[in-house]
């Protein structure tokens, strides 16, 4: 399972038209970018299979995009110039993988989920065969990772449509800003305004993610 792809695809015609239709604020946005690509981000990743997929989303955690990319970039020094895999994870020297700047909490994080891959709880096959809840209750099962881990995991390497990032505070922002919120949209705010966006809502986050960075 890899995520990276060299060109990145245009957006599916029938969900942004869904979009449009369901809600005016983020037909606007839609229409701003006739030619967006939600998944071109990734371009400036590694390869991503579904355990550097959760490294890149445990380093993320409380963290910038740009800071996160940094972490992951001494990552891969640490190793070779490449991302580990679960078993080379397990094997190294705890302080090497801190040092690339990541906390002692995520470090811990990281080596237990690559004890699920080796130990075969977790697998790429496994986890694209799981509906979007099953794959949620099996990550969050690990110590240090909650919903927004799990659901930025549906996102970026199961590429499932209809994911919303709960919580996520860049996207709380973008839609303060979108919408004329005169306060922090709320976790029930955001879930009741991302209802109208159903089945598509992954993309929706993408767009409103897109205008907030624009």
């Known amino acids: 399972m890899e995520t990276k792809t060299t060109t990145a695809a245009l957006v599916d015609p ?4 869904f979009l449009r239709r369901a809600d005016p604020v983020l037909a606007r ?23 550097s997929t959760l490294i890149f989303q445990v380093i993320g955690q409380q963290l910038s995009v740009r800071a996160t990319r940094t972490i992951l970039g001494r990552l891969e020094q640490v190793f070779g110039g490449r991302l580990p895999t679960p078993a080379e994870m397990l094997a190294a020297d705890p302080a090497a993988v801190r040092s690339s700047g990541m906390s002692t909490r995520k470090a811990a994080t990281l080596r237990a989920v690559a004890q699920g891959f080796v130990d075969g709880r977790l697998s790429d096959e496994g986890l694209s065969a799981m509906s979007d809840d099953d794959v949620v209750a099996a ?16 996102l970026v390497a199961l590429d499932r449509p209809d994911v919303f990032l709960t919580g996520d505070l860049a996207l ?37 993610f897109a205008s907030e960075f624009a």
Do not use: N
Request: aromatic share 12%; hydrophobic share 40%; proline share 9%.
């Open 14 to 17: 029938e969900a942004r038209e």
């Open 139 to 154: 990550l969050t099962s690990i110590p240090g990772i909650g919903p927004w881990t799990a659901h930025g995991f549906l």
């Open 172 to 208: 709380r922002r973008a839609a303060e800003r979108a919408y004329d919120f005169d306060h922090l949209p709320t976790d029930d705010e955001m879930l009741q305004l991302a209802d109208r966006w159903r089945p598509y809502r992954s993309l929706a986050v993408s767009y409103l």
């Open 29 to 51: 946005i839609i229409d701003a970018r006739p030619d967006f690509r939600p998944r071109a981000w990734t371009q400036d990743l590694p390869a991503l299979d579904a355990f």
